[in-house]
């Protein structure tokens, strides 16, 4: 191989189109910005990349067919008819599941990883893995940027919370080997534990800030590091950086991507990984800030990073590192060793013998019954029943009027997932979505509220009036349903510390995520055909700062 294309192979980067010679007009207007090409096939071609990220934002995910599609056509775009030094791409994608889902239907969509925390069963998050793996190679994914390692103790987080098994460093170890083993040994695609030294405790999002992690070195090692000890025991192929500070690592300043002290001294040296270290995506703020864009790439390579993820000027990128390595500051040596370790890689998943999917097995494969099975057995014992005081659950069988509202997504339609499972058992239902309401929308749902029997509320990190929600909008429409003096219950579709900010709330329960199967759960939860079994994996504190517990790790209520 060329030093281009060697320093190729340490990129991956999003294309924008669906089809990888042939996309739409907008998308070629979109690559043209980005790449100076118009077409996926031609930016593969052109910077000779050794990896792609899929998103939905950049038009990559429609089908099953079409993904099969693009991945072959991308691969064949790659190897560049059978040219001298041409390898297979790594394709990627954000799969983590629950919050982080970018697969769609009909995909199969397990809950994220809090709610496979609140089931306690490694047995259910190897199956996630696995199944989730089998449907991404299919379609020619094999790097799926899951599972995720960090120990969500910050209640406060604004970027990981749910995307974390929990606030337990033991069960995040064991649900992280677990789903190593899922991806790696039962799905054949490559596992990335993320995010490396550890994202759990910070108030700061890296995709807007640079966030500080504060542990002394002894709670890294007994809050932070065991879930990526565990990964690397279970064999995982691929860890993923933090751009995030940890001064008791490294008093440098410098967030972890960047950092030779942390990559190479902990991770490599006192942690023993030998696997391919991942960047998190270059284009976020808290590893551009202190450096710019050209000193990055560099600058992560130094650290010890080997697979550049999204830089934000892919050829500003390239560019550096081929100078760095003229002007002597890295050695081809050191591109050498990264290139290894991607190579190999990619060979262990098999890219060498069939970078090619079948497209008929992809849409046979994506989707299939038992898959789908499968979700609804390992979603079912993740709900969480935490308050009923009012003792109103399980619901009698009775003739009701039953008002739905409250967050909604539109790829998702929880609210009307949950309305069409009461008007299937003879509730008389209204589906009246109020996401991030106005005054008004507040003031009319409650009004209609108080001419039903029951309302359902489902809410969405209706802590944060910070970035979420700045109104309050949530607690303020919770507050106007509960008002009327009709019965109300309140659903945590994502994070389940809103209670502490919801005075008043009697019944509530949290899901963890929005997903169909996580939506079924709850109606038949509430109409007692299933038994609530999740169990809090995180604590809840009291809204008011001072540390006090509203209610405890390991709480959960049944029926």
């Known amino acids: 191989m060329s030093l281009e294309q060697k320093v190729g192979q340490l990129f991956a980067t999003y294309v924008y189109g669906g089809d990888a010679t042939e996309p739409t007009a907008a998308d070629r207007a979109a690559n043209r910005a980005a790449f100076g090409v118009e077409t996926p096939a031609e930016v593969i071609d052109r910077y000779q990349l050794g990896g792609v990220c899929y998103f939905s934002w950049s038009h990559n995910l429609d089908s099953p067919r079409q993904i099969a599609t693009l991945s072959n056509g991308l691969q ?4 560049g008819n059978g040219a001298k030094g041409r390898v297979p791409l ?20 397990f809950p994220g990883s ?41 209640p406060g987080n604004p970027v990981i919370g749910v995307r974390s098994f929990g606030a337990d460093p033991t069960l995040v170890g064991d649900l992280t080997a677990a789903q190593v083993a899922g991806f790696q040994d039962r799905a054949g695609v490559t596992a990335v534990a993320k995010h490396f030294p550890g994202h759990g405790d910070t108030a700061t999002d890296s995709h807007t800030g640079i966030p500080v992690i504060n542990h002394s070195r002894a709670e890294w090692d007994r809050i932070d590091a065991p879930p990526f000890k565990r990964a690397i025991s279970a ?26 002290t942390i990559l190479t001294g902990v991770l490599r040296g006192e942690l023993g990984f030998r696997g391919v270290i991942v960047t998190d995506a270059l284009n976020m703020a808290g590893v551009r800030t202190k450096y710019g864009d050209e000193r990055v790439p560099v600058l992560a390579l130094k650290a010890g990073a080997d697979q550049l993820l999204m830089p934000p000027d892919l050829a500003l990128a390239r560019d550096a590192v081929l100078r760095a390595v003229a002007d002597g500051e890295l050695t081809e040596r050191r591109i050498d060793e990264s290139v290894r370790r991607i190579l ?8 060498a013998r069939s970078p090619l999917v079948d497209v008929e097995k992809a849409v ?3 989707g299939a019954p038992e898959h789908l099975a499968a979700v609804t057995r390992v979603t079912d014992p993740t709900l969480t029943a935490v308050r009923n005081d009012a003792g109103i659950l399980p619901l009698p069988r009775a003739d009701r009027s039953v008002l739905v509202t409250g967050w909604d997504s539109a790829a998702f339609t929880p609210i009307a997932t949950v309305a ?12 009246r979505p109020a996401t991030m309401p106005s005054d008004a929308v507040i003031a009319a749902t409650a009004t209609q509220a108080a001419a039903h029997d029951l309302t359902v509320v489902l809410v969405n990190k209706a802590w944060d009036t910070t970035v979420t929600d700045p109104r309050a909008t949530q607690q303020r429409l919770v507050a106007a349903l509960l008002g009327t003096g009709k019965p109300v219950v309140v ?27 996580a939506m079924d759960a709850l109606v038949r939860a509430l109409h007692g055909e299933l038994s609530p079994s999740g169990r809090l994996p995180v604590t809840i504190p009291t809204a008011d700062g001072s540390g006090s517990v509203l209610y405890p790790y390991g709480h959960g209520l049944s029926w």
């Open 491 to 517: 659903v945590a579709v994502r994070d389940p510390y809103d209670i502490a900010y919801l005075p008043g709330v009697t019944t509530y329960l949290a899901t963890y995520s929005y997903t169909r199967a």
């Open 76 to 79: 064949r775009a790659a190897l």
């Open 344 to 351: 190999a890689m990619k060979y262990r998943q098999g890219l």
């Open 90 to 109: 790594l394709i990627s994608t954000d799969q983590e599941q629950g919050a982080v889902l970018r697969m769609p239907s009909p995909a199969a969509q």
């Open 114 to 154: 809090m709610a496979l925390g609140a089931a306690r069963s490694a047995g259910a998050a190897r199956t996630a893995a696995e199944i989730t793996g089998r449907e991404l190679r299919a379609v020619g994914i094999r790097q799926p940027y899951a599972p995720i390692a960090d120990v969500n103790v910050n």
């Open 235 to 260: 064999g995982v192929d691929s860890i993923m950086t933090a751009h995030i500070v940890v001064p008791a690592l490294d008093p440098s300043g410098d967030p972890a991507t960047l950092s030779p």
């Open 420 to 431: 069409n499972g009461f008007t299937a058992r003879g509730a008389r239902t209204t589906a």
């Open 364 to 366: 046979r494969t994506v």
